[in-house]
C-alpha cells in the first residue's frame, strides 16, 4: 500500500522528528513486520507462478528437485532453502521484499479473523419466493 503526501506534508513531518531528536526525546523504534510463515510465503510463491501462468513442474526443473517437493514446500510443509528461495526470486523477477509484501497481502484472507473485531451479519433470506410465477400465468398453482 503506497501512501502520497505533499512537499509540505514531508517538511513537517522531518522537521517535528528532527526537533524531537535534537530535544533529547525518544523517538519510537521503527515497525518491522514479522517475516511470514513458510505455509504463507509458500502461498505466495504458489499464487505467483499461477498469476505468470507457470506450471510448478518449470520451477522443480529449475530448482533440481520433484515436483512433489516443490509442492510440499508451497504448502508450507518445507520452507525454502536459501539457495532455493534465490532461484524462486530470480525466476519470477521479484525482490525478497516484494515476495514478503505479497505474502504478507496474501495472508490478510488466508489467516482466520481476529475476534475482536466485529463480526459481519448473516444476510437476511428474501421476503419474496424468487421461484414463484408470474401472476397470470398457466403454471401458476399447477403441479407437474
Same mark, same amino acid.
Given at each position: 500500500m503506497m501512501?502520497?503526501?505533499?512537499?509540505?506534508?514531508?517538511?513537517?513531518?522531518?522537521?517535528?522528528?528532527?526537533?524531537? @531528536?535534537?530535544?533529547?526525546?525518544?523517538?519510537?523504534?521503527?515497525?518491522?513486520?514479522? +517475516?511470514?510463515?513458510?505455509?504463507?510465503?509458500?502461498?505466495?510463491?504458489?499464487?505467483?507462478?499461477?498469476?505468470?501462468?507457470?506450471?510448478?513442474?518449470?520451477?522443480?526443473?529449475?530448482?533440481?528437485?520433484?515436483?512433489?517437493?516443490?509442492?510440499?514446500?508451497?504448502?508450507?510443509?518445507y520452507p525454502?532453502?536459501?539457495?532455493?528461495?534465490?532461484?524462486?526470486?530470480?525466476?519470477?523477477?521479484?525482490?525478497?521484499?516484494?515476495?514478503?509484501?505479497? &505474502?504478507?497481502?496474501?495472508?490478510?484472507?488466508?489467516?482466520?479473523?481476529?475476534?475482536?473485531?466485529?463480526?459481519?451479519?448473516? +444476510?437476511?433470506?428474501? &421476503?419474496?419466493?424468487?421461484? &414463484?410465477? +408470474?401472476?397470470?400465468?398457466?403454471?401458476?398453482?399447477? &403441479? @407437474?
Open positions: 501512501m502520497s503526501i505533499d512537499r509540505r506534508e514531508l517538511e513537517l513531518i522531518v522537521g517535528d522528528t528532527l526537533r524531537r @531528536y535534537l530535544e533529547g526525546e525518544s523517538l519510537p523504534a521503527p515497525q518491522t513486520p514479522d +517475516p511470514p510463515t513458510p505455509a504463507v510465503l509458500g502461498a505466495a510463491v504458489r499464487a505467483e507462478l499461477a498469476r505468470r501462468d507457470v506450471h510448478p513442474k518449470a520451477l522443480a526443473d529449475e530448482l533440481g528437485l520433484t515436483t512433489a517437493t516443490v509442492r510440499l514446500r508451497m504448502r508450507g510443509v525454502f532453502r536459501d539457495d532455493e528461495m534465490e532461484t524462486v526470486l530470480r525466476m519470477l523477477d521479484l525482490t525478497l521484499g516484494e515476495l514478503h509484501a505479497l &505474502a504478507r497481502h496474501g495472508a490478510r484472507f488466508t489467516e482466520p479473523r481476529d475476534p475482536a473485531l466485529p463480526s459481519i451479519p448473516e +444476510p437476511t433470506a428474501p &421476503a419474496i419466493d424468487v421461484w &414463484a410465477q +408470474p401472476p397470470r400465468s398457466l403454471r401458476r398453482g399447477r &403441479a @407437474y
